[in-house]
């Protein structure tokens, strides 16, 4: 099983740190841009230098999990960002929601080996 979670944080990271990369030097060749309403926002977001901020979470956090270390910062970090790529999927862009999925099951066997570290998050009341 620590294989396993092993080689899921690895790939996660490595994907997030190629494609965090690939934002910042264009090393892989565009695919075509999507129709209508995700055309519309995915050029809001690059005009506006949003991409920018999520190309850098992407990157560092790839890093991080590459380098096994801050995992659990890492996986904060990288939540908003997976839980709004398949939003963007699933509303605007089908396509890609396979990617989407299979990130998102990383993150999840990845999150899954530092539970731990997230108990104190599912708490029902604070003891001060």
Known sequence: ????????????????????????LH??????????????FVTALMASHYM??????????????????????ALTLLAPVIVNIVLFHVFMAPAGLG?????????????YSVRHTFQALFQTSVHA
């Open 99 to 111: 990617m989407a999925i299979v990130v998102t099951i990383l993150w999840m066997l990845t999150a």
């Open 52 to 73: 920018a901020v999520v190309f850098a979470l992407q990157l560092g956090t790839g890093v991080l999990l590459l380098a096994n270390r801050y995992v659990p910062l």
């Open 1 to 24: 099983m620590k294989l396993t979670f092993t080689a899921a944080r690895t790939l996660l990271g490595l994907i997030f740190t190629v494609f965090g990369l690939n934002g910042f």
């Open 27 to 40: 090393f892989l060749p565009m695919q075509a841009m999507p129709e209508g309403l995700a055309l519309q």
